[in-house]
């Protein structure tokens, strides 16, 4: 990750827990599984992981991350690509700075 020492137009220097990771799913737990992994691997770590869940429960699986990963894991029904980042992002207030967004 580059968040590492990154800075701000205002001179803010923001770290890897300043950023949260939204990742709406539906219904693809390998290939959730192989993102958590890969995140999982990561020098830096973010702050958060918010996972938003339209399918069937991958809660099992999410929360497997648990011990490596400040992982969080919500449901989003009906479905959607927008409904679930907004969903996302509603959860998100000022002590976290920045968002992004990952698909799995």
Known sequence: MLL???RSNSGKKYTGND???LIPTKDRPEKMQNLLS???RQTVSCGRVII???GKSI???VMGFSDRLPIEHY???PPGQIRQRNFGISLCDER???IGFLDD
Request: negative net charge; aromatic residues 0%.
């Open 19 to 21: 950023l949260a990771l």
């Open 96 to 98: 976290t700075p920045l």
């Open 4 to 6: 590492d020492g990154m």
């Open 75 to 77: 449901e989003c029904h």
């Open 38 to 40: 890969s995140l999982a």
């Open 59 to 61: 809660k099992d699986i």
């Open 52 to 54: 938003i869940d339209g």
